[in-house]
C-alpha cells in the first residue's frame, strides 16, 4: 500500500475520531508538536500563525502574520493540502519558513487534519 493510499485511509478513520474540537484542550496528542508555535484562538498569532479557521482558507492569509513568499503562493488548506504539509512541510511547500520536519505518523497527520477542520 503506498504512502499516499494509508494517509487517506487514515484520514478517513480520523474524521470520526475528532467529532468537535473548539480549543487546544480537545486536541489530539500529535497536535502538541503544533501547539509549541500555533494558537487556536483566531487572531492570535504565535510563532507561526494562528490556526484558527485554517481549513479552507487560503494558504498564507491569516491576517497579521508575515508570511514566506513560498506560503503566500501556495492554494488553499483542504485535506490532501494540509495531511500533505503536516507530513512534510518543506517538500509540499518547498520555501516556507515553518522549522518543523512533519509528522511521521499517517495517523497522527490524520487526526491533526480532523481537529484543524474543526477549528474556528
Known sequence: MTTTKMLGLALGAALFAVPFAASADDAPSAFNACKACHK???GKNGVGPSLAGVFGRKAGSAPGFKYSDAMAAA??????ALGKY??????AIPGNKMAF????????????????????
Open 75 to 80: 492554494g488553499a488548506w483542504d485535506e490532501a
Open 86 to 91: 503536516l507530513a512534510d512541510p518543506k517538500g
Open 40 to 42: 487556536v484562538e483566531a
Open 101 to 120: 520536519a512533519g509528522l511521521k505518523k499517517p495517523e497522527d497527520v490524520a487526526a491533526v487534519v480532523a481537529y484543524l477542520k474543526t477549528v474556528k
